[in-house]
């Protein structure tokens, strides 16, 4: 297992498109988030998964967000009708607890532009 | 007020100077977690704590839950540390983590 992957790892968009994001988490970890970035901040929560079921959401995530991980092993993040102010580093992460350990691991994240 | 507060923002330091950089939480955690973000953005997890202190090679990081502090501290610091840390804190109802704002350092030849 090579960790978290995230495709594709730069996205150039004009302002009204729509794209998605692809995350393939560690194979054994149950739950998946994602996390969005800009310049200069750290990471802010979007939502996240425990197998298929998506459990919490942001304020953050308008309705032009729309995350799903169907089958409870890679998910995507859509977003309709990109604004300029979507425009960050969108981060994925997955996560077990397996015996007594705790795992956290991070993609190389997907840096969207929108112009 | 933001949840997790990190000090300094920026830190520049010569070869082989100690470092240390703060982060305090005002929520209750189970856990709290020190990160590494090079240019690029990639996010390496260096240390979970919840309670007293990890090392690991050159990294130190401590926690005190009573005061709701943690410390990450690099000893002879090297270039190649050159990075953003940032702390994050998990909190005690689910897994999501909140993090702070990242502290940018840069070590100097």
């Known amino acids: 297992d090579t960790g978290v992957s995230q495709n594709p790892r730069h996205k150039i968009t004009k302002r009204g498109q729509n794209v998605t994001f692809r995350c393939d988490p560690i194979?054994?970890?149950?739950?998946l988030y994602w996390y969005r970035q800009t310049l200069g901040q750290g990471p802010e929560f979007l939502t996240y998964f425990q197998n298929e079921a998506q459990l919490e959401k942001s304020r953050l995530l308008s309705d032009r967000f729309s995350a799903e991980r169907p089958k409870g092993s890679f998910s995507t993040l859509e977003i309709q009708r990109t604004e300029q102010g979507d425009s960050a580093m969108y981060l994925c992460a997955s996560s077990s607890i397996k015996g007594r350990g705790f795992s956290y691991t991070f993609g190389s994240g997907t840096r969207l532009t929108v112009v | 007020k933001n949840e997790v507060e990190q000090s300094p923002q920026n830190l520049t330091a010569q070869e082989g100077e100690f470092i240390t950089i703060n982060c305090s939480y005002s929520v209750g955690i189970s856990a709290l977690h020190w990160l590494q973000q090079h240019p690029g953005g990639g996010i390496v997890s260096l240390f979970m704590l919840s309670s007293g202190k990890k090392k690991h090679g050159r990294l130190i990081a401590t926690i005190n839950i009573q005061e709701k502090h943690s410390s990450l501290h690099i000893t002879a610091s090297h270039p190649r540390d050159s990075a953003v840390y940032i702390c994050?804190?998990?909190?005690?109802?689910?897994?999501?983590?909140?993090f702070g704002e990242g502290t940018q350092l840069t070590v100097n030849p």
């Open positions: 994050a804190v998990r909190s005690i109802s689910g897994s999501r983590l909140t």
């Open positions: 194979s054994e970890h149950n739950r």
